[in-house]
């Protein structure tokens, strides 16, 4: 079983990943925007992959993703979701990106390829 953070501010998203990755077997941690996420990797917790939405209050999911490869947990795997263009989003920092909306198949289907 692999540890995933999610990190979203619509509450419809994060119930849909939450159950569909629990569905797939994995735990989940779930953040509520870029700042709450960032503080689980500042108290220690170790998390297999990291599924962040780009557009957030606080802090968005490039900046999420910034901290991530600038700290000792750089290698972390991090996926982009957004519902917003490619120019939102600073590929170089992703392993992969999801365009919403996207079902359960290509959610798996990238999981899968990381875990």
Do not use: P, R
């Given at each position: 079983m692999d540890h995933i953070l999610v990190i979203d501010d619509e509450d419809m998203?994060?119930?849909f990943l939450r159950s569909a990755l629990a569905y797939l077997g994995?735990?989940?941690t779930v953040a509520h925007d870029g700042e709450e996420g960032i503080e689980f990797f500042k108290?220690?917790?170790n998390f297999d992959l990291v599924i962040?939405?780009?557009m957030m209050p606080r802090m968005n999911g490039n900046a999420v993703a910034k901290h991530i490869r600038s700290s000792d947990k750089s290698e972390t795997p991090i996926v982009?979701?957004?519902g917003s263009g490619e120019d939102d989003i600073d590929r170089e920092l992703f392993n992969f990106?999801?365009?919403k909306p996207f079902n359960l198949e290509a959610?798996?289907?990238v999981v899968r390829s990381f875990t």
């Open positions: 998203v994060v119930d994995h735990s989940v108290n220690g917790y962040t939405d780009i982009a979701i957004t990106v999801l365009f959610l798996a289907d």
